[in-house]
Nanobody
Framework: EVQFVESGGGWVQAGASLTLSCEAS????????IGWFRQAPGKEREGVSC????????FYISSVEGRFTTVRDNDKNAVYLQMNNVRPEDTAKYYC???????????????WGQGTQVTVSS
């Protein structure tokens, strides 16, 4: 059974750094794509970054470009979202999901974990 577990969230002040983890089980992260999405209360799930394993490419939305970095760890079968210089508008619950290829449409992803909350205070 494919499962993803997100962790690493917390409460931080603006400008701080945080690293979120997405650990996979029942599946080896050597192909397809893993997307990081976030969802704030009352808002739709928004794509933040996506790593495409077969093409070895990574994508980011403009609001996090240069601040967030997605990296993979094959040994731990995990993907990490390194968040630097966080802003209050980054406050949301963050999820990782699996897709065939990268997309900003959450409907293309599955096997969502329970998410991890990130709260950034100003």
């Amino acid at each position: 059974e494919v499962q993803f577990v997100e962790s690493g969230g917390g409460w931080v002040q603006a400008g701080a750094s945080l690293t979120l983890s997405c650990e996979a089980s029942g599946f080896t992260l050597n192909d397809r794509a893993i997307g990081w999405f976030r969802q704030a209360p009352g808002k739709e799930r928004e794509g933040v970054s996506c790593i495409n394993f077969s093409e070895r490419s990574t994508f980011y939305i403009s609001s996090v470009e240069g601040r967030f970095t997605t990296v993979r760890d094959n040994d731990k079968n995990a993907v990490y979202l390194q968040m630097n210089n966080v802003r209050p508008e980054d406050t949301a619950k963050y999820y990782c999901g699996l897709a065939y290829v990268c997309s900003w449409d959450a409907r293309h992803f599955g096997f969502w974990g329970q998410g991890t909350q990130v709260t950034v205070s100003s």
